[in-house]
């Protein structure tokens, strides 16, 4: 896989989503493995987290914006990545670290974090709401083939 054009690269704007979202599912499946394992349940909301906002929330994201690829290339769509996927590795980071030690100092970077992560998934909300139209809509405003009969 090479030399993709930009246009490709466009209409596929879920792949990345995906790709971070295995990923997550992948440390995730671990600290669940771990937790078992050692019958040390600490990290439990870490296990939760990074299932559910990274795996779950990352996956269904980029899929949402591989069915619909005018939702995936806009600007809030670019702001909900990159807001969620730097706040996802402080906020778990943060908080482990807070759950092992016990030490609060850190807990300004956790709740930074966990505001940006709550403004990546407003603004993919908003995102949702604006560009994602029905199909009507989308073939008033000129934007898909009208593949209704003309009687020509
Ligand atoms: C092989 C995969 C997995 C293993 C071994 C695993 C293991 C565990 C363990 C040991 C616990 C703690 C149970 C307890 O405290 O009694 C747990 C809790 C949990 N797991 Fe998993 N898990 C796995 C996959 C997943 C996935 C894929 C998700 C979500 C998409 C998930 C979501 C959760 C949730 C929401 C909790 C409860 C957390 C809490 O109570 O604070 N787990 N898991």
Same mark, same amino acid.
């Given at each position: ?11 596929? =704007? ?29 990290? @439990? ?23 619909? =690829? ?7 769509? @670019? ?6 996927? *730097?706040?996802?590795? *402080? ?7 807070? *759950? ?34 029905? @199909? ?8 898909? =083939?009208?593949?209704? =009969? @003309?009687?020509?």
């Amino acid at each position: 896989m090479h030399s993709h054009s930009a246009q490709q690269e466009q209409a596929q =704007p879920g792949i990345v989503w995906i790709k971070l979202a295995v990923l997550y599912l992948v440390v995730g499946v671990a600290i669940g493995i771990g937790m078992g394992a050692s019958q040390d349940f600490t990290l @439990r909301p870490i296990h939760a987290h990074v299932n559910l906002l990274g795996w779950a929330t990352l996956a269904i994201s980029g899929l949402i914006y591989t069915v619909f =690829p005018q939702t995936g290339t806009t600007r809030l769509a @670019r702001i909900h990545f990159w807001l969620l996927n *730097l706040a996802l590795p *402080l906020m778990m980071g943060s908080l482990a670290y807070v *759950l092992l030690t016990g030490d609060v100092q850190i807990l300004p970077a956790l709740v930074i974090a966990e505001i940006s992560a709550a403004v990546s998934i407003l603004a993919m909300t908003a995102n949702i709401f604006l560009n994602l139209q029905n @199909r009507k809509e989308t073939a008033a405003a000129g934007m898909a =083939p009208d593949v209704s =009969p @003309r009687g020509a």
